[in-house]
């Protein structure tokens, strides 16, 4: 396996992150305002970790960033030439009706990896995340700590640029949040950019070098870790550590 000398897993190409930019993006299907205005940039090391209460904007702001979901006003804007290669891993695994190693294979096919690399860079990645003898199991079969892995393998496998998870450990026990966090800081030092949201305090502070936080649709506070736990600037971050209910 090491001697595939492939450039997309070659870590010195991923060793600066890009930047992702908001210009005053706003979301509002229908005339209804569901995110923004909002403007930030993320170009520090991160990981940023993407907090706020339920309903506060979070899986849109991850959506539009990934492309998913298009602004009605403004631009999500990356540094270098284009989009950068992405993948996000939902709190629910998305994953096609075929085999473990299908789904890995096919996801690499859609990234126009070279048909000879894929079967061997799918094989590495699972067993990375433990999953070489569930190979030819149906994905769907899996349970739902193994699906969550199958998940974080295939995004493995492509070494993206930049990483965006939605709530990825929330229905997962103590044993696989921890193999989740262990690969966020994997992925992490391997130079790729990681967005994740998170309900969890304590794993915020485990895995944030800087925290967004949204309420209302919009984005509060942008600040390093020590200084958002420490120190909140804004009123709804202050009432949100506190435990008390932000709408
Ligand atoms: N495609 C959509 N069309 C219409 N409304 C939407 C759409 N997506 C999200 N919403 C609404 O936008 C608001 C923000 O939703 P979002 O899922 O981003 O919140 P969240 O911060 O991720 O919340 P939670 O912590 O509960 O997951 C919610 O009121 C939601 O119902």
Not at 10 to 18: H, N, Q
Not at 50 to 56: C, D, I
Not at 136 to 153: H, I
Not at 204 to 214: H, I, M, P, S
Request: aromatic share 6%; with cysteine.
């Amino acid at each position: 396996m090491t001697s595939l000398n492939v450039p997309i897993n070659d870590p010195i190409e991923l060793s600066a992150p890009p930047s992702l930019q908001f210009e005053s993006v706003e979301f509002n299907p229908f005339g209804h305002q569901l995110f923004g205005p909002c403007s930030f940039k993320l170009d520090g090391p991160g990981p940023t970790l993407v907090m706020g209460p339920n309903g506060a904007g979070k899986s849109l702001m991850l959506r539009l960033a990934h492309g998913l979901l298009t602004p009605t006003e403004g631009a999500v804007t990356w540094s270098g030439d284009g989009a950068p290669r992405q993948a996000m891993v939902f709190q629910t695994p998305v994953l096609l009706r075929r085999s473990a190693l299908a789904n890995l294979t096919h996801a690499l096919a859609v990234n126009n990896i070279p048909r000879r690399l894929r079967t061997d860079l799918a094989r590495e990645a699972l067993a990375r995340f433990g999953l070489s003898a569930s190979a030819d199991t149906p994905a769907r079969v899996l349970s739902g700590g193994e699906k969550q892995r199958l998940a974080l393998a295939r995004a493995w496998a492509l070494s993206p640029a930049v990483l965006f998870l939605d709530e990825p450990t929330s229905a997962l026990d103590p044993a696989a949040i921890k193999e989740v966090e262990t690969a966020v800081q994997e992925f992490h030092e391997r130079g790729t950019r990681i967005v994740m949201t998170t309900h969890d305090l304590h794993q915020a502070r485990r895995l944030a070098g800087d925290v967004l936080f949204l309420a209302g649709g919009k984005v509060q506070e942008h600040t390093p870790s020590n200084v958002f736990f420490d120190t909140p600037v804004s009123r709804q971050a202050q009432a949100f550590m506190s435990g008390e209910l932000v709408a």
